[in-house]
């Protein structure tokens, strides 16, 4: 619920320009140019909000220091009204709840330096009726065929859109400029178009007061993460921390992922009942920092280990910095590794574990990995800075050099390959020919070159296995070697229309320029229904793998009980134990109309999957254990990328 409509105190509106070259043109208003902060009622007091509720939570906010890190929109959500409208067609609110009225409500909150939020409704009456309350065309509940809107049906299929933009034309119409927050649970993604009418959406159904709600909803996020920017904000729901339904640890994941994901941070605790740790946690600085951060772009999802139970998100910040975030899904507290490259860095100067007590590292950096503790359901949430690039290993932080040898150490090596390609360069010319050998710890992959003369850099490809963790050049002592980079193998493509299909797996075409890169795509992968492939490879071990897949099957019915907005696909080679991969929506299209209603549209995911051996190889793409699953049918396959 909750879709308030908040009255600010900056002036003329100026009403939307929409730039019709931009995918979605935005409200050009100067408002939230970063994401709105604020506390609500709904997640506390559902629609029974009343002037003692909102006053004393409003005290509260500035007393605990809460305005002062930017919660300053206070909105009251459903149940604020009358059932009926005033002779002139307005809403009022109700006399009894709020004894000294709205105006006087919103001067309080505006002596206090903070901003009056209200909500309304799109449908023909409020969330929470009875009493039945008259809506506004706003949020989304008692939107039916009445009203020729959709309900949670989506019958009819109507595009909830025109109602906002009403709603969007009579703020543009008033003498000042207002935040407008639409909710209609993600229907119709509004990413498309809700960005043109007000500053955030909702990408989805409600937040409940449960844990698993967090993994559907950054699920739903995952397909939208760059359509966030200055004036417009995906809306990942209003926080649950303070309500006493998750751990502290829960707490933290949950708003460090709305913080980077740059969705509203929009407390919905009362304030005056909420633990001390849930207050250190909404009060978090580096995560309000990230969340508010000037460059305004989100962190998107890079690795997901579905069955080792973890993930890593990241995105830049300002001054060219990067959040990452890797999350613990098992409630066990355990020892997890971020590896670097998966974030795109090798190695960064500064590192700050924001939740470990802002535990830095400083001196000498962080090469490669970083491991950490990270409790059960938790976050390691990591700034870092003075980063480099992927592959990149500078001789002053990785290069140790012993008589005639030089050792690199850690590598990283993504996939096993003997097509990863080596730069090597050095301070200064050879005079003449030079030559060195590479070895990384197992002779049977050393190779022995020659530096020509008068040259400074040295490009050759060599082997790597994904258990290489250093790399000696032996070479004659004078030698002065300052950076190696390794740059993975860029792999080969196995297209979906390339594999031998059984059971239920289906291959179906999608319209031209859609199911990128290949233009169709199988589905009906299940336990029995394959997808059969044979794959030559040059070296066997373990393989980094990326599937391109299609999934927009929207948990919003089942968003109450264990719906998850993802679904499974198994890959397995030769035989060996199915790895599976959990992935999530992929869809950029209204699940309403348009191009294949969302499953046309492709995304990707990597995964390491051994038991690869040289020459042809068995490949078997499914959803094996998808009986057992919440959804029975795999995500739809497009094609494979094989890092050999
Ligand atoms: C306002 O809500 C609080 C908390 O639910 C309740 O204790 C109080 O009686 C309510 N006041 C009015 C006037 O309804
Ligand atoms: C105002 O709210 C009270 C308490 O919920 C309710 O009993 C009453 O019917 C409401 N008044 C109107 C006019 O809706
Ligand atoms: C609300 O509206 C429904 C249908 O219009 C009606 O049956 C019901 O009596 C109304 N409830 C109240 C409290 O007015
Ligand atoms: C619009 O707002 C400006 C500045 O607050 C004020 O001077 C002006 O009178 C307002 N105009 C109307 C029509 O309310
Ligand atoms: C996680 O573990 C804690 C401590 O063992 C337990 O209290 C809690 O119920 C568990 N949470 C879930 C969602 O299982
Ligand atoms: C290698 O070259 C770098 C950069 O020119 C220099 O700083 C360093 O002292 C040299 N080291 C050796 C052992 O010659
Ligand atoms: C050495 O490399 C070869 C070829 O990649 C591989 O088969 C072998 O297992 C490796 N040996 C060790 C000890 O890593
Ligand atoms: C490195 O030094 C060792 C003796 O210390 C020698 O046996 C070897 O040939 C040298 N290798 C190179 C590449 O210079
Ligand atoms: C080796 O890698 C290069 C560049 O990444 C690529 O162009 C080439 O096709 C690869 N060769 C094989 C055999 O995979
Ligand atoms: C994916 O597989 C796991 C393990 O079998 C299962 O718990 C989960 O519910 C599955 N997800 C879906 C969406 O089916």
């Known amino acids: 619920m909750s879709a308030p409509i908040i009255v600010s105190l900056l002036g003329v509106a100026s009403a939307a320009a929409a730039a019709a070259s931009s995918l979605h043109p935005r409200l050009q208003d100067g408002l939230a140019q970063t994401p709105p902060m604020g506390w609500n009622t709904y997640n506390h007091y559902n629609c029974y909000p009343n002037e003692t509720i909102v006053r004393?939570?409003?005290?509260?906010?500035?007393?605990?220091?809460?305005?002062?890190?930017?919660?300053?929109?206070?909105?009251?959500?459903?149940?604020?009204?009358?059932?009926?409208?005033?002779?002139?067609?307005?809403?009022?609110?109700?006399?009894?709840?709020?004894?000294?009225?709205?105006?006087?409500?919103?001067?309080?909150?505006?002596?206090?330096?903070?901003?009056?939020?209200?909500?309304?409704?799109?449908?023909?009456?409020?969330?929470?009726?009875?009493?039945?309350?008259?809506?506004?065309?706003?949020d989304n509940c008692y939107s039916d065929a009445a009203t020729n809107y959709p309900?949670?049906?989506?019958?009819?299929?109507?595009?909830?859109?025109?109602?906002?933009?009403?709603?969007?034309?009579?703020?543009?119409?008033?003498?000042?400029?207002?935040?407008?927050?639409?909710?209609?649970?993600?229907?119709?993604?509004?990413?498309?178009?809700?960005?043109?009418?007000?500053?955030?959406?909702?990408?989805?159904?409600?937040?409940?007061?449960?844990?698993?709600?967090?993994?559907?909803?950054?699920?739903q996020a995952a397909p939208q993460t760059d359509v966030a920017g200055p004036g417009q904000w995906p809306d990942l729901d209003m926080l649950e921390v303070g309500n006493g339904v998750l751990s502290v640890a829960e707490e933290q994941t949950h708003f460090s992922l709305w913080g980077i994901l740059k969705s509203p941070l929009v407390i919905g605790a009362a304030l005056r009942e909420a633990s001390e740790a849930s207050l250190a946690v909404l009060m978090q600085a580096d995560v309000i920092a990230f969340n508010q951060d000037r460059l305004g772009k989100s962190a998107r999802l890079r690795r997901r280990w579905s069955e080792a139970g973890y993930e890593v998100w990241s995105g830049p910040l300002a001054?060219?910095?990067?959040?990452?975030?890797?999350?613990?899904?098992?409630?066990?507290?355990?020892?997890?590794?971020?590896?670097?490259?998966?974030?795109?860095?090798?190695?960064?100067?500064?590192?700050?574990?924001?939740?470990?007590?802002?535990?830095?590292?400083?001196?000498?950096?962080?090469?490669?990995r970083y491991t950490a503790t990270v409790p059960g359901h938790g976050t390691m949430?990591?700034?870092?800075?003075?980063?480099?690039?992927?592959?990149?290993?500078?001789?002053?932080?990785?290069?140790?050099?012993?008589?005639?040898?030089?050792?690199?150490?850690?590598?990283?090596?993504?996939?096993?390959?003997?097509?990863?390609?080596?730069?090597?360069?050095?301070?200064?010319?050879?005079s003449t020919a030079t030559a060195i050998r590479i070895d990384t710890g197992n002779n049977s992959m050393a190779t022995t070159l020659t530096i020509p003369s008068q040259t400074t850099t040295l490009t050759t490809p060599i082997v790597l296995d994904v258990a290489t963790t250093a790399l000696t050049i032996h070479h004659p002592s004078q030698l002065n070697i300052t950076t190696i980079h390794l740059t993975p193998p860029t792999g080969t493509y196995h297209p979906s229309t390339t594999f031998t299909l059984s059971g239920s797996a289906t291959l179906t075409p999608c319209a031209e320029g859609f199911c990128l890169p290949v233009g169709s795509k199988i589905g009906y992968l299940s336990?029995?229904?394959?997808?059969?492939?044979?794959?030559?490879?040059?070296?066997?071990?373990?393989?980094?793998?990326?599937?391109?897949?299609?999934?927009?099957?929207?948990?919003?019915?089942?968003?109450?009980?264990?719906?998850?907005?993802?679904?499974?696909?198994?890959?397995?080679?030769?035989?060996?134990?199915p790895v599976r991969l959990e992935v999530p929506l992929s869809g950029r299209h209204s699940e309403l109309f348009g191009p294949g209603l969302g499953w046309w549209d492709t995304a990707t995911l990597g995964v390491s999957v051994d038991g690869w051996k040289e020459g042809a190889n068995e490949v078997v793409v499914g959803n094996v254990g998808g009986a057992e699953g919440v959804v029975s049918w795999g995500a739809d396959f497009v094609g494979m990328r094989v890092f050999d």
């Open 527 to 577: 336990e029995t229904g394959l997808a059969t492939h044979t794959i030559a490879v040059s070296t066997g071990g373990t393989k980094y793998v990326e599937l391109d897949y299609i999934n927009n099957d929207i948990a919003f019915e089942s968003a109450w009980e264990e719906g998850r907005n993802a679904r499974n696909l198994t890959i397995s080679v030769n035989g060996g134990v």
């Open 319 to 368: 001054g060219g910095r990067t959040v990452a975030a890797l999350v613990n899904w098992w409630n066990e507290s355990r020892a997890l590794t971020l590896e670097l490259p998966d974030i795109g860095l090798q190695f960064a100067g500064n590192v700050r574990n924001v939740w470990a007590e802002g535990s830095s590292v400083a001196d000498e950096g962080v090469r490669t």
């Open 151 to 219: 309900d949670v049906n989506y019958a009819p299929t109507t595009s909830p859109a025109p109602h906002y933009a009403t709603m969007s034309r009579a703020l543009a119409a008033l003498n000042r400029t207002v935040l407008f927050q639409i909710c209609d649970w993600g229907v119709d993604f509004p990413a498309r178009w809700a960005p043109a009418l007000g500053h955030t959406w909702r990408i989805g159904n409600d937040i409940l007061p449960a844990w698993r709600s967090i993994y559907r909803i950054i699920n």
């Open 56 to 138: 004393t939570n409003a005290q509260a906010l500035v007393e605990l220091g809460l305005d002062k890190l930017g919660y300053r929109y206070v909105t009251t959500d459903c149940g604020w009204s009358v059932a009926d409208r005033l002779p002139d067609g307005s809403l009022t609110w109700n006399a009894t709840l709020f004894p000294q009225g709205f105006p006087a409500l919103g001067e309080y909150l505006h002596e206090l330096g903070l901003l009056f939020g209200v909500y309304g409704d799109a449908g023909i009456l409020l969330c929470g009726s009875p009493p039945n309350n008259t809506g506004n065309l706003y």
């Open 381 to 430: 949430l990591l700034e870092l800075g003075a980063t480099q690039p992927r592959g990149e290993y500078r001789r002053e932080w990785f290069a140790e050099t012993k008589g005639n040898s030089t050792t690199f150490s850690p590598i990283y090596a993504l996939t096993t390959s003997n097509n990863y390609t080596l730069t090597l360069t050095l301070a200064r010319p050879v």
